[in-house]
């Protein structure tokens, strides 16, 4: 069964930085799509940013220049490394990865970043 | 960017009737269409893809139908743990867009 574990949020200060890590398992990871997936608090989700396996990466407009989404095949990890940071960046963090296209088929629990002085 | 709409914002239903949420594309995107079930401090989970698919171990109740613009969710017959959030997306191109939400409420 796949899984995803996300870790790294908390509480960071505006124009600061964080990194974001995905732990993958029950799935070959290597193979996969993968994508950061944000729900700000009560609001609906966005999606953040993608990574196929060999690398290609895709982002929203809003996110584009100050985050950049990486994947360490060998240690199953897809990480999120978050600069420049606003109020607006506050979420909820979902890893997130599709079996085929891209619909959303597995998603971790999230981890929570707080962007505030 | 293709912009989903959902309709209505809420939706109040009684255990046992049908429910259907509408989810709107501002261009076609053939039947790229997904929809999600979110229920409080719980990660979404996928319901439908293909507009019309049943993603693994989902319940015969749940249906999508609809190609291009215009999309439907049906809940046959809700039950209590159908009262949730849901979220339809579309995944023909970038970026990926999700629609508003619809909450199904207990009537």
């Known amino acids: 069964e796949a899984q995803l574990l996300e870790s790294g949020g908390g509480l960071v200060q505006p124009g600061g930085s964080l990194r974001l890590s995905c732990a993958a398992s029950?799935?070959?990871?290597?193979?996969?799509?993968m994508a950061w997936v944000r729900q700000a608090p009560g609001k609906g989700l966005e999606w953040v940013s993608a990574?196929?396996?060999?690398?290609?990466?895709t982002y929203a407009d809003s996110v584009r220049g100050r985050f950049t989404i990486s994947r360490d095949n060998s240690k199953n990890t897809l990480y999120l490394e978050m600069n420049s940071l606003r109020v607006e960046d506050t979420a909820l963090y979902y890893c997130?990865?599709?079996?085929?296209?891209?619909?959303?088929?597995?998603w971790g629990r999230g981890t929570l970043v707080t962007v505030s002085s | 960017e293709i912009v989903m709409t959902q309709s209505p914002a809420t939706l109040s239903v009684s255990p046992g009737e049908r429910a259907i949420v509408s989810c709107r594309a501002s261009q076609s995107v053939s039947s790229r269409l997904a929809w999600y079930q979110q229920k409080p401090g719980q990660a979404p989970r996928l319901l439908i893809y293909?507009?019309?698919t049943r993603a693994t171990g989902i319940p015969a109740r749940f249906s999508g139908s609809g190609s291009g613009t215009e999309f439907t969710l049906t809940i046959s017959s809700l039950q209590s743990e159908d009262f949730a959030v849901y979220y339809c997306?579309?995944?023909?191109?970038?970026?990926?867009?999700f629609g508003g939400g619809t909450k199904v409420e207990i009537k």
């Open positions: 029950g799935f070959t990871f290597s193979s996969f799509d």
């Open positions: 997130a990865s599709p079996a085929s296209a891209w619909k959303f088929d597995y």
């Open positions: 997306q579309h995944y023909l191109n970038w970026p990926l867009t």
């Open positions: 990574s196929s396996p060999s690398g290609g990466t």
């Open positions: 293909g507009a019309s």
